[in-house]
């Protein structure tokens, strides 16, 4: 039976932080069957703690990679030594010019255009948020399976790797699709979305499959974990969040940069997931206590808290400025947030679109999407209000409007 919701840690159990955090049963069954060793758990905690202590201060904006997609397409599609080597390292890149300037401009104007004759005008809309609810406009289709945006998720997915045996259902040379929202971020605007995993919450140290994706953090050889192992990710399911994307990213079809409510992240990865994996393990933390676990979003996401993790929280940065036709990517395990205020003069705009292999729960994926796209409902992993979704909306995209790669990627062929 679970206690409730919001239980205060006392001292007597040694976390003295106040912040009422939640507590369960299935917490401490999921930490017990994790198996810890808790002094090989503290000697690699404290070795990670000094790379940290190195690391950390070194991160900014400049450090972010950047790859023109030109130079990626001259190099047979693929990220050169020195790109691979450094996506790797920081779990975040931006490629620039995968749609040209214009052709961008023009998208967005086709976006709003199929927005506002479909009553939701991101111009004069007022919304809490800056995320709009559309998924099936043809400018989106268009980006989502432009033939440099595949080349770029596949050069994407060319840095991942299989564990033989574990993922042999997993085809990382082929893309597909998962079908995401947009976002108008508007000047003078307030977003609060704090430092974050997606893909998984408490499934991450419970899960009987999940789990073993970190099992080297857990047991203490944090060093040799490989974050871009695929490593039973293409088989872990959750009603929540279905779709295993390697790389989240977007698409901008406009100008902006820091301050300008954009994008923030922490660009390291391996040590990064390494802490906050194992962080809450520490004894130091009770048993059945997850500090950033939130059972209202129980699959989608996890969330940083100062109270633990505010070494990682305080090196977090706001990427580079992007152009129209700008992409921007990060590992499925980077953490990142938004900027809370949108400062700057202009309404940012991007479409999201990440990268995921061809793999059992993607194929789930899209052959629940190949209906949602069909009758216009909104996609799987997205729960929208009664009657709100796109089967009436004008010029929406249809099956005429698929490139060969399109039909492939999202199960038509």
Same mark, same amino acid.
């Given at each position: ?25 299935? $917490? ?64 975040? !890149? ?8 214009? =052709? ?17 005008? *991101? ?12 998924? +099936?406009?043809?400018? @989106? ?11 770029? @998720? ?12 574990? =993922? ?13 929202? %947009? ?13 974050? +995993?997606?893909?998984?919450? %408490? ?18 050889? +944090? ?8 490593? &039973? ?19 901008? %079809? ?46 989608? @996401?996890?969330?940083? !808290? ?5 070494? %990682?929280?305080?090196?977090? $940065?706001? $990427? ?23 400062? &700057? ?14 793999? *059992? ?32 909306? @004008? ?19």
């Amino acid at each position: 039976m679970l206690s409730s919701k919001f239980e205060v840690s006392e001292p007597t159990d040694g976390f003295k932080d106040p912040f009422p955090f939640y507590r369960s049963e299935e $917490i401490a069954d999921a930490k017990k069957t994790l198996n810890i060793d808790q002094e090989k758990l503290k000697e690699a905690f404290e070795r990670l703690e000094k790379v940290l202590d190195t690391e950390l201060p070194k991160l900014s904006t400049e450090a972010i990679p950047e790859v023109n997609f030109d130079d990626l397409a001259g190099n047979d599609n693929q990220f050169n030594a020195e790109a691979a080597e450094k996506i790797k390292k920081f779990g975040v !890149v931006v490629v620039r010019n995968v749609i040209e300037k214009e =052709d961008a401009k023009n998208l967005l104007d086709d976006v709003e255009k199929y927005m506002k004759e479909n009553g939701q005008d *991101p111009k004069t809309t007022v919304k809490k948020h800056p995320l709009f609810n559309i998924y +099936w406009s043809k400018p @989106q289709l268009k980006v989502r399976h432009h033939t440099n945006m595949v080349k770029v @998720q596949k050069a994407l997915l060319n840095l991942w790797n299989k564990c033989e045996g574990l =993922d042999d259902t997993v085809n990382l040379e082929q893309p597909v699709t998962f079908n995401d929202r %947009l976002r108008f971020r508007k000047p003078n605007t307030n977003f609060k979305l704090g430092p974050h +995993w997606d893909g998984g919450s %408490l499934q991450r140290w419970a899960n009987s499959d999940y789990k073993e994706t970190y099992r080297d953090v857990f047991n203490g050889d +944090w060093e040799s974990f490989d974050p871009f192992c695929v490593k &039973g990710r293409g088989s872990f399911t959750d009603e929540n969040c279905s779709f295993f994307r390697a790389f989240q990213g977007w698409t901008s %079809l406009a100008t902006s940069g820091p301050g300008d409510g954009t994008l923030r992240v922490l660009p390291l990865l391996k040590e990064a997931i390494a802490y906050v994996m194992m962080r809450p393990l520490l004894d130091d933390v009770p048993d059945n206590m997850m500090p950033g676990y939130e059972p209202e979003h129980p699959g989608c @996401q996890f969330y940083l !808290v100062p109270q633990i993790h505010k070494k %990682l929280m305080d090196a977090m $940065i706001s $990427i580079p400025k992007v152009n129209p036709g700008d992409t921007v990517w990060w590992h499925c395990d980077t953490i990142h947030a938004v900027e809370e205020f949108h400062s &700057g003069t202009e309404t940012n705009t991007v479409l999201y679109i990440p990268v995921g292999p061809d793999c *059992p729960n993607n194929r789930a994926y899209i052959e629940k999407a190949k209906k949602c796209f069909l009758d216009g409902k909104h996609p799987p992993d997205f729960e929208m209000p009664t009657k709100q979704d796109e089967s009436d909306y @004008q010029d929406r995209a249809t099956l005429n409007d698929l490139n060969e790669d399109a039909k492939v990627m999202m199960g038509f062929e």
